[in-house]
């Protein structure tokens, strides 16, 4: 199966970016979705945003005019552009098929404090 790792994570004040990449460990050309999760302290995960190979993405409701999602299938990474970033954005983030989910990952994480 193709290997997903997570980067890019780390610490950033309110209303600060971060661009979080997920890269595969062989072509996802042939995938047609690929999505974001994050689980915060406390929480249950949650799905964030998907792209399909036509280009069209979708966004929890939390996350919509903040959050762009984007796949570079030339070098197998999808990628999670974050900003405007808040508090409750805290979490550790994971990429996963939507539509065939796969064993999580170790994620990486996010957090916004002040």
């Known amino acids: 199966q193709v290997q997903l790792v997570e980067s890019g994570g780390g610490l950033v004040q309110p209303g600060g970016s971060l661009r979080l990449s997920c890269a595969a460990s062989?072509?996802?050309?042939?995938?047609?979705?690929l999505g974001w999760y994050r689980q915060a302290p406390g929480k249950q995960r949650e799905w964030v945003a998907a792209?399909?190979?036509?280009?069209?993405?979708n966004y929890a409701d939390s996350v919509k005019g903040r959050f762009t999602i984007s796949r570079d299938n030339a070098k197998n990474t999808v990628y999670l552009q974050m900003n405007s970033l808040k508090l409750e954005d805290t979490a550790v983030y994971y990429c996963n098929f939507p539509f065939s989910l796969r064993s999580w990952g170790q994620g990486t994480q996010v957090t916004v404090s002040s």
């Open positions: 792209i399909y190979n036509g280009g069209i993405a």
């Open positions: 062989s072509s996802i050309f042939n995938i047609n979705a």
